[in-house]
């Protein structure tokens, strides 16, 4: 599997987090909130399977994913969450979405309570693995986060690097985001950086290929509807064997607005987005979508 030590990976000095900027827009007070979907229960997530929940796709698809360089940069991710959410020692954080750990080992390194959620139990190995090497204990929970709760809520939660958006009904990505509300502390706060729909339409290309893993990866992007969602096809040929393998997956877009306003309307109070971490503005110049909400 992913499984990746800071004794492999270089590690990245923390970004700087500055102040947030004053908004230049309305308040969202401003704003009437319109929901982007009915208020209706998500299918039974038991009742079906999605891709993302298959073992040997994370099994073949996990390395090439989770680079050296990804794996480089999760230290300065960990501290900059940390520091957004004013986090002390022993704060209890939920990494929704953990996989093999690459966040979730940072930020119990810096003393935090981590549980990492992941549906994936071959990823919940790696992430244990990865811990056990580094000498920190972390909670790992196989299980869905359509259906997540708990007992005791978290200080904060955070879901990145695009792990949402995968499944086949926007209610159920609702009631992902419901979840993860409902696990929270009234104040709590949720860090998400994710592509959205602004981010994808700027750096749109119709594929590429690039070598990893032992792989030669060709890769194909289309646009589903309008820009409503990305198709991606990865295909992956082993270089050694010349086996060939190939997957198809859809990840449905956000704007920015939208998935502001529908976080405002499942409970969190407010919703700020931002274009990195530091908090530089989303706008032209943005690589990545991070939002910053506090419930």
């Not at 969202?28 to 891709?51: H, R």
């Not at 979840?179 to 104040?187: E, P, Q, R, T």
């Not at 602004?198 to 060709?218: C, D, H, Q, S």
Request: net charge negative.
């Amino acid at each position: 599997m992913a499984k990746k030590t800071k004794k492999t990976a270089a590690k990245a000095d923390a970004p700087k987090v500055e102040t947030p900027r004053p908004r230049t827009m309305p308040s969202d007070e401003a704003f009437t909130f319109q929901p982007l979907v009915p208020n209706t229960p998500a299918p039974n997530a038991s009742e079906k399977k999605s891709w993302f929940e298959n073992e040997d796709f994370w099994k073949n698809y996990g390395p090439i994913m989770f680079d050296s360089a990804h794996w480089a940069e999760a230290p300065g991710v960990a501290a900059a969450v940390q520091q957004i959410a004013g986090l002390k020692k022993g704060a209890r954080i939920l990494d929704a979405g953990c996989g093999p750990g690459r966040i979730s080992v940072e930020l119990a390194l810096l003393g935090l309570d981590v549980t990492g959620v992941d549906i994936i139990q071959a990823e919940l190995d790696a992430a244990a693995e990865t811990a056990a090497d580094e000498g920190v204990d972390i909670a790992l929970v196989n299980a869905d986060l359509r259906t997540y709760t708990t007992d005791k809520p978290f200080d904060a939660a955070v879901n990145l690097y695009t792990s949402f958006g995968y499944c086949d009904t926007m209610e159920e990505d609702v009631q992902i985001l419901r979840h993860i509300c409902g696990a929270l502390k009234d104040g709590g706060w949720f860090i998400m950086e994710m592509t959205s729909r602004e981010i994808a339409v700027r750096y749109f290309t119709p594929g590429e290929w690039f070598e990893r893993a032992g792989k030669t990866v060709l890769t194909e992007f289309t646009v589903e509807g309008a820009w409503e969602g990305l198709r991606s096809r990865w295909v992956l040929i082993d270089n050694k064997t010349g086996g060939r393998i190939e997957h198809e997956f859809v990840q449905r877009l956000y704007s920015a607005v939208e998935l502001k306003r529908l976080l405002l309307g499942i409970g969190f109070t407010s919703a700020e987005v931002y274009g990195d971490f530091a908090f530089a503005p989303y706008n032209e110049n943005a690589k990545t979508m991070v939002i910053v909400a506090r419930k």
